[in-house]
């Protein structure tokens, strides 16, 4: 059994690349996956990984949607028996923070290396969603922003959703200063709610964010049933052995993916 063991629902699962993360609750409404650091996902061999990730999603490599991920709200849609329109970037990639599909021919990923990689599936109308929200994207409502756009392009009734967090860094490793907090307060975030993620550790400051209990938070006030959101409760600083971290490694480390597929 690997170690850390994550946190109910969640479990290890075995891949042809090694170990994988994912969450028996949404495995009843959609495929998907949280990778570790066994999968290279950036770097010279990287599209080697992508493709295999795919594989795993039972998808062609051209069908798996990524991002160029900005730190922001912006959504791509990609509808069952349309084409693809994109903000393209210069590595063809559409640049948001967002992505949904209807499309079980489609998976869509977000990558992350402290950020929350946060996955929602539509238990009803089968459509599906991954986002990235490091701490811009939290503050300006990036999981609201994800369920308001389910809601408007496929219908999705905020009760229906299903939501599962993979590895993300824990308010264990995540310190902060006054200026996030000022950010989060700038971008309209209520005094109370900056008072449950934001915890100082001496006057006035540095403090330690809690991205995860934001984004747990707005997926409630959004409307989400709070026994349908799942966290893994596993820290990417925390433990290297199995997960890259930005804030532990700098900039040259890896990526983890989230990555989920219509059934």
Request: hydrophobic fraction near 45%; charged fraction near 20%; include cysteine.
């Amino acid at each position: 059994m690997i170690e850390p063991r994550p946190a109910y629902p969640f479990a290890w699962t075995p891949q042809p690349w090694g170990a994988a993360l994912h969450s028996a609750r949404l495995d009843e409404v959609a495929l998907h996956l949280f990778t570790t650091r066994d999968l290279v996902l950036r770097g010279p061999h990287s599209d080697d990984g992508w493709r295999q990730l795919a594989a795993a999603m039972g998808v062609k490599a051209s069908r798996l949607v990524r991002l160029k991920q900005v730190h922001g709200t912006g959504v791509i849609v990609i509808r069952a028996g349309e084409s693809r329109k994109e903000a393209k970037t210069d590595a063809g990639r559409p640049r948001a923070d967002i992505v949904m599909t209807d499309d079980p021919t489609v998976a869509v990923a977000v990558h992350v290396a402290d950020c929350v990689p946060l996955l929602l599936a539509d238990s009803v109308t089968g459509a599906v969603a991954a986002l990235h929200a490091g701490w811009r994207g939290t503050a300006a409502g990036a999981a609201r922003q994800a369920v308001s756009a389910m809601q408007s392009h496929f219908g999705t009734r905020p009760v229906d959703l299903i939501a599962a967090m993979g590895p993300s860094i824990g308010p264990c490793c995540y310190q902060v200063g006054s200026d996030i907090v000022e950010a989060f307060r700038a971008a309209g975030t209520a005094h109370a709610q900056i008072r449950e993620w934001f915890r100082p550790l001496a006057e006035g400051g540095p403090y330690r964010l809690d991205l995860a209990k934001a984004s747990i938070d707005q997926l409630r006030a959004a409307g989400l049933d709070p026994a349908n959101i799942d966290t893994c409760g596993l820290c990417t600083a925390c433990h290297p052995s199995l997960f890259h971290s930005y804030r532990r490694d700098g900039v040259r480390t890896g990526r983890l993916a989230g990555v989920i597929r219509p059934k």
